[in-house]
């Protein structure tokens, strides 16, 4: 029993089914440094990979990120993959693409069918929004559109505002990463997550970064939070967690929650 | 780093001295049951024991109850003791004892010295509440004063003015365990547990109940709960959890709190 909606893959949640799933970052800046991390991190079955393309020094090169997306495809043996360009305002490393060839190089991505879903950001123009959204539906591709604030964490009502404004752009997965100054901002995650999670018909995924946002990360799935990022073999965001720690709470949270009254 | 003041016994967090320290309960019946419940229960390292004594046969012998006490201090080779009558009214056993009875035998077993900490309800008469804290200061035991609902949450500014009168009251410690219908009880719970961990004098405990409830167990620590009560052997409330798990999970979590922005 949980609340909140499962991301669902082709109409399914994906890998073990559980909730929260649970994704992990690639982040290799060169092919074989990929492929190495791929085969360290599918021994560790995440449900989901999530390939941050703004990490890959050949992004400026459409066929070798598509061939690139194939290959990791290929290795990672059936675990779904969700490709996100990760802008350096929102904490993504920088590159030399601009926001048209950003658009068109996901568009391109989601014509090769080589990824289940790739992400947008929804402070994106929203004529690239729309033509994201055009060329993933078209090719039956997830989209996520995601916000993210690394400096401190908006009020609930703004973050519930976020995820709705997701819902309204036509996303299939509102995703919020803030960070925290205090606990109170990490209650606060918590609480947007639970009205939201309940309120939207999308899935949601939130998390609160950091050394206290920590806490979202491991139990924010009990609050509706569809998805949470653990490491496999380099983090992405400060905060993440071992893809073995993170197994292990889910399992004793689930255990202790399924208990009933 | 924690926020939220630790629990002290003669000067000193119990235990390993970590936040929040791990508490189990002893609920045997008879002399037999307990000691060998205390042997199964010391093994699993605990930082406190909880002698639940309303499930004990004889609690109306008060030289019997006495001896008892001293037995498992023995046995427990160091973990301090808290002695606990819970009453009916707030999820204990039934107990041939009326109030006056138990407020002598509280008084009893601090004189005999055979225990750490004594709980004690503040939802009591104010005169008892003043001979168990005279009882108790007299003889360098430390005093809880605990507050259960096991029906439902009050608001977070109920369960706020709770943890400040048990302060007023001269508690050495506020508890307050209370029983979540929904998530966002759960969350009530924590933010009244920050809430108060950072404006009181004196270190607070607090808990939700129940399956929803276990995660305040695993992780009301993080919002300033000084204490967790965790299963050795038998449960005493609904939603705990075993001591094996509730180390993993803190021992997780440390880590990864630990980690800052």
Not at 77 to 82: F, Y
Not at 83 to 98: I, V, Y
Not at 172 to 187: F, G, H, Q, S, T
Request: glycine share 10%.
């Amino acid at each position: 029993m949980h609340i909140g909606k499962p991301i669902l893959i082709n109409g399914s949640p994906p890998g073990s089914g559980r909730f929260p799933c649970i994704c992990t970052p690639l982040v290799g800046r060169t092919r074989e440094l990929l492929l190495a991390e791929v085969a360290a991190v599918v021994a560790k079955q995440p449900d989901l990979l999530e390939w941050r393309v703004d990490y890959f020094q050949e992004i400026g090169n459409q066929e070798a990120v598509i061939a690139m997306a194939g290959e990791i495809r290929q290795a990672a043996t059936g675990i779904p993959l969700l490709f996100t360009r990760r802008s350096t305002r929102e904490g993504g490393e920088p590159t030399p693409l601009g926001e048209e060839q950003v658009v068109a190089l996901i568009t391109a991505v989601c014509a090769s069918r080589t990824v289940e879903m790739v992400d947008f950001e929804m402070n994106s123009d929203t004529t690239h929004i729309a033509r994201v959204r055009a060329a993933s539906q078209a090719n039956g591709i997830g989209l996520v559109l995601s916000f993210h604030n690394f400096h401190s964490t908006p009020s609930q009502e703004i973050l519930s505002q976020r995820f709705a404004q997701a819902q309204r752009l036509g996303a299939d997965v509102a995703k919020i990463a803030v960070m925290p100054e205090r606990l109170e901002d990490v209650l606060c995650v918590l609480a947007a997550t639970l009205e939201s999670s309940q309120t939207l018909d999308i899935p949601i995924v939130s998390m609160s970064m950091g050394g206290l946002g920590s806490l979202t990360r491991l139990f924010g799935g009990a609050f509706g939070s569809a998805m949470t990022f653990a490491v496999g073999a380099s983090i992405s965001a400060p905060g993440q967690i071992p893809i073995e720690d993170m197994n292990t709470v889910l399992g004793i949270l689930q255990k202790s929650m399924g208990k009933g009254r």
